[in-house]
């Protein structure tokens, strides 16, 4: 059975850091583009960043450039997404999720999701 749990989430101030975990089972992360998206209230689903060792890429909004950091350690089978230097605007409910053929950072590229958990900055 697939499986991917989200942890980490919570209430920060603005400035601060939360670092996500996503942990899998059921299929073998390095072999799957993996990646990061949030909703927040009122919008659609935004790829906040994925990569792909399968292809070679990475990929990470404009909006967390040099503040989000997406890893995975293989041997845990666990992708983790640092966030440093929050804002306001990073209030979402940020889902993990991996696509077995493609490196596009799109919900809709993704095969399989975590049930997503929220993380609100406060000003």
């Known amino acids: 059975e697939v499986q991917l749990v989200e942890s980490g989430g919570g209430l920060v101030q603005a400035g601060g850091s939360l670092r996500l975990s996503c942990a899998v089972s059921?299929?073998?992360?390095?072999?799957?583009?993996i990646g990061w998206f949030r909703q927040a209230p009122g919008k659609e689903r935004e790829g906040v960043s994925c990569?792909?060792?399968?292809?070679?890429?990475?990929y990470y909004a404009d909006s967390v450039k040099g503040r989000f950091t997406l890893s995975s350690d293989n041997a845990k089978n666990t992708m983790y997404l640092q966030m440093s230097s929050l804002k306001p605007e990073d209030t979402a409910v940020y889902y993990c999720?991996?696509?077995?053929?493609?490196?596009?950072?799109?919900?809709?590229?993704?095969?399989?999701w975590g049930k997503g958990i929220l993380v609100t900055v406060s000003s």
């Open positions: 059921g299929f073998t992360l390095e072999h799957y583009t």
């Open positions: 999720a991996a696509a077995a053929l493609g490196d596009l950072c799109r919900a809709y590229n993704m095969d399989y």
């Open positions: 990569i792909s060792s399968r292809y070679g890429s990475s």
